[in-house]
């Protein structure tokens, strides 16, 4: 039967934390590390040359039939892109070009300084994450069990996700929720969330620090796959997300109405992982007594059942909360403030009952909401008919607020001050254009028998597509086609031969 608040409810064993590895930023925590130091354990050398590979590859095909040739992207080239989508989000326009334009309304020197705009909007639409090859062999599979959906995005996918993984150690509290991704893209695996701010986009199942929103694991939504276990996708998203070897033992998970159900909850206890989380009353499992709660209940009245290791909790507020949990006991003398009408009409505030799930549930529930909310401040993502751009775009800000939280968890450590997400932001994208500028990031020099360090040019226009020179740091529209470095080759200043004499 559903008991009240005054009978006693025997506490359950307390869960033990026992993690793998020590809590908090997986890195040496006495040195001190820059905001590109930071975004590059995400986007790794591995990374970039991924992505420089495969989009020279799509934008040499793509050329074949236009009269203007492929110029090669460089590492060099994918650091200035990334830093000005990064730019692109703290300064949000309408269109991508009203940031090259030199009008007074529209006078904006930072992007022209990084890269020209043909040259951006030509790695934008060349932009791949996969080999084009390889992509072809995966369609002909359409329509069998071997078709990947998301093949386009695999190897950055993969790569992002293991750097979210390293890292990273989860305190004890964690969530799992859905995040929505807008697209107005066509594709097959589209969501509709009705209660999300983002109505129709791309659907990512989240796994994330409570204390500090820290990105630790997710997948994307495409449907049915696999095979299924039986009781229900919520389910195996949950079982998916915490298929983490190094994860450990005794963590406390914080889940919405989707995911609970009492074979979810009993299935992580024999993982030695802790749940709770609001609940349906016509879930599977669900006590079937009636409870004894009238019409007219008082605010803060408290009805519980137990069953076994479950409790099943029902709290009246403004209306009445269902919960369900496997670490709580069903009330432990906690207060929460209301405010309240008197008989005058004047407010007051009172104080009524609230159950030790409700409170811990509202305190460490909203982990993905943290990290949806710091995403969202600065948000990178453009208009684009290719979703995957769109994922892209996306794995941008992850790997930028993850950078962020792990900035915080050091200084944290280090008694150091913080700053804000903003100006984090803003020295990574001065870090980022800086990093291009001097070459840092260039392809490594060789040289190549038999051609010997030829110039060439960027474009066939010797206005288009010019890079600042890493010698005199004037824009130049040559280059080493062995070295790869950008070199002013005039009559007024011969910046080529002054390199390479010096670089012997």
Same mark, same amino acid.
Request: with cysteine; hydrophobic share 35%.
């Given at each position: 039967?559903?008991r009240?608040i005054?009978?006693?409810d025997?506490?359950?064993?307390q869960?033990?934390?026992?993690?793998?590895r020590?809590v908090g930023?997986q890195?040496?925590r006495t040195?001190? %590390?820059?905001p590109?130091?930071?975004f590059?354990?995400?986007f790794?050398t591995t990374?970039?040359d991924?992505l #420089?590979r495969?989009t020279n590859t799509y934008g040499?095909?793509k050329?074949?039939?236009?009269r203007?040739?492929w110029v090669p #992207?460089?590492a060099?080239?994918?650091y200035?892109?990334?830093?000005?989508?990064?730019?692109?989000?703290?300064v949000?326009?309408?269109t991508?070009?009203?940031?090259?334009?030199?009008?007074t309304l529209f006078?904006?020197?930072?992007?022209a300084s990084?890269?020209p705009?043909r !040259?951006?909007?030509?790695?934008s639409r060349?932009l791949?994450?996969?080999d084009?090859?390889?992509e &072809? &062999?995966?369609d002909?599979k359409?329509?069998?069990l071997?078709?990947d959906?998301l093949?386009?995005?695999k190897?950055? %996918?993969?790569?992002?996700?293991? &750097?979210?993984?390293?890292?990273?150690h989860?305190?004890?509290?964690?969530?799992?929720d859905?995040?929505?991704v807008?697209s107005?893209?066509?594709f097959?695996?589209k969501?509709?969330s009705r209660n999300?701010p983002?109505?129709?986009g791309f659907?990512?199942?989240v796994?994330?620090?409570?204390?500090?929103?820290?990105?630790?694991n997710f997948f994307v939504? #495409?449907g049915?796959d696999g095979e299924?276990?039986?009781?229900?996708?919520s389910?195996?998203a949950v079982m998916?997300?915490?298929n983490?070897?190094?994860?450990?033992?005794?963590?406390k998970?914080?889940?919405?109405n989707?995911?609970?159900?009492?074979a979810l909850?009993?299935?992580?206890l024999?993982?030695?992982i802790?749940a709770?989380?609001t609940?349906?009353?016509?879930?599977?499992? %669900?006590?079937?007594e009636?409870t004894?709660?009238?019409d007219?209940t008082p605010?803060?009245t408290?009805?519980w059942?137990r069953?076994?290791?479950?409790?099943?909790?029902?709290w009246?507020?403004? !209306?009445e909360?269902?919960m369900?949990?496997t670490m709580?006991?069903?009330?432990?003398?906690?207060m929460?403030k209301r405010?309240?009408?008197?008989?005058?009409g004047q407010?007051?505030v009172?104080?009524v009952?609230i159950?030790g799930?409700?409170?811990?549930y509202?305190?460490?529930?909203g982990? #993905?909401?943290?990290s949806d909310?710091?995403i969202g401040?600065?948000?990178?993502l453009?208009?684009?008919?290719?979703w995957y751009?769109?994922l892209?775009y996306?794995?941008?800000?992850?790997?930028?607020?993850n950078?962020?939280?792990?900035?915080?968890e050091m200084?944290?450590m280090?008694n150091?001050p913080?700053?804000?997400q903003?100006?984090f932001?803003?020295?990574l994208?001065l870090s980022?254009?800086?990093?291009?500028?001097?070459g840092?990031a260039?392809? &490594?020099?060789c040289?190549v028998p038999g051609?010997?360090h030829l110039?060439?040019?960027?474009l066939n226009?010797a206005?288009?597509g010019r890079?600042?020179?890493?010698?005199?740091?004037?824009?130049s529209?040559?280059?080493c086609?062995?070295?790869?470095?950008?070199?002013?080759?005039?009559?007024?200043r011969?910046?080529?031969?002054?390199w390479?004499r010096s670089?012997n």
């Open positions: 039967r559903w009240n005054d009978e006693e025997a506490e359950p064993p869960a033990r934390f026992r993690p793998q020590d930023p890195l040496n040195a001190s %590390y820059t590109l130091e930071l590059q354990l995400f790794t990374v970039i991924t #420089v495969n040499e095909k050329c074949q039939s236009q203007e040739s #992207v460089t060099a080239d994918m200035s892109y990334i830093c000005l989508v990064l730019y692109m989000g703290i949000p326009l309408k991508l070009k009203e940031f090259w334009r030199g009008s006078s904006l020197p930072f992007p990084v890269m705009c !040259r951006f909007l030509a790695i060349s791949h994450m996969n084009p090859a390889k &072809a &062999a995966n002909q359409k329509g069998t071997g078709y959906r093949f386009k995005i190897p950055l %996918y993969e790569q992002i996700l293991e &750097a979210c993984h390293t890292h990273f989860p305190h004890q509290h964690i969530s799992i859905e995040r929505m807008a107005k893209a066509r097959g695996f969501q509709y999300k983002t109505k129709w659907k990512l199942y796994l994330a620090d409570s204390i500090c929103g820290y990105t630790l939504y #495409v049915k299924p276990t039986g009781k229900g996708i389910y195996d998916r997300l915490l983490i070897p190094f994860l450990g033992k005794g963590y998970l914080y889940v919405d989707f995911y609970t159900s009492p909850f009993l299935d992580l024999k993982k030695k802790w709770c989380g609940i349906r009353s016509n879930i599977a499992g %669900y006590p079937k009636k004894n709660m009238p007219k605010r803060g408290i009805r059942i069953k076994g290791d479950l409790l099943f909790v029902k009246f507020d403004t !209306r909360v269902t369900c949990t709580h006991k069903a009330y432990s003398n906690d929460a405010k309240v009408k008197n008989k005058d407010w007051t009172k104080h009952p159950p799930c409700v409170k811990d509202n305190k460490h529930m982990g #993905v909401d943290l909310a710091l401040y600065y948000n990178v453009h208009k684009t008919q290719r751009k769109t892209f996306h794995f941008v800000d992850i790997a930028t607020v950078a962020f939280i792990l900035h915080k200084c944290k280090q150091r913080t700053g804000t903003k100006l932001r803003e020295k994208i980022l254009a800086q990093n291009a500028s001097t840092e260039a392809v &490594a020099e040289d051609l010997g110039p060439a040019y960027f226009r206005t288009a890079r600042s020179c890493v010698v005199c740091k004037r824009k529209p040559v280059y086609s062995t070295c790869h470095k950008t070199l002013c080759f005039t009559t007024l011969n910046c080529y031969s002054k390479h670089n």
